[in-house]
């Protein structure tokens, strides 16, 4: 196992050392040390993961990345995490949408509390497209309806978790090549 882990830091160091040479400033060659020793801990660390667990472990890097950015706030991580939160009481009384369980409503109204996505409004605005979008059978290639379609990517999972959970491992993988790239 030690000779095996010393025979990949030399490959990765000599890795480094042929990049170096195309690096001319201290901080690039900075930043290209930090991207490579990530890029090689996240595959020692993923090598013993099954496919889906990669893009959940993924999921979270990349997350965390965009916490540190503060592209992403804590109550958006939450809802992500937990859903509808048991304590959240301002669910509007006259909001009902005929083709979307109470759960989804409620995840909506929630969403619209903590992002700048303005869901309910959409919604009443648009139901038709709403509708067509829920009940579309790949949502998460499609573009949302109306004045939703500039979301954020990460907006794009918690849409896709309040009203198409089963697919949210595949909007998880846009939103890691968005964030960190293909690796």
């Avoid at 001319?24 to 990530?38: G, P, R, W, Y």
């Amino acid at each position: 196992m030690y000779q095996f882990s010393l025979e990949h830091f030399n490959e990765l160091f000599e890795h480094i050392i042929e990049k170096e040479k195309n690096v001319n400033k201290s901080t690039d060659l900075i930043k290209h040390l930090v991207e490579c020793l990530t890029l090689y801990i996240f595959n020692q660390c993923s090598r013993a993961l099954f496919e889906d667990h990669k893009v959940i472990f993924s999921f979270f890097i990349a997350s965390k990345i965009c916490v540190k950015l503060k592209s992403i706030s804590g109550d958006e991580i939450l809802f992500f995490l937990t859903g509808v939160k048991a304590g959240f009481s301002n669910f509007l009384k006259n909001f009902d949408i005929p083709f979307l369980e109470e759960k989804q409503t409620k995840a909506i109204q929630m969403l619209d509390s903590i992002t700048p996505l303005k869901l309910v409004n959409s919604f009443k605005e648009h139901p038709e497209a709403w509708k067509s979008w829920v009940l579309e059978s790949e949502p998460h290639r499609i573009s949302f309806p109306a004045d939703t379609q500039h979301v954020s990517a990460f907006h794009k999972c918690l849409i896709i978790k309040a009203l198409r959970p089963e697919k949210l491992m595949f909007i998880m993988k846009t939103f890691i090549k968005e964030i960190v790239g293909e690796h």
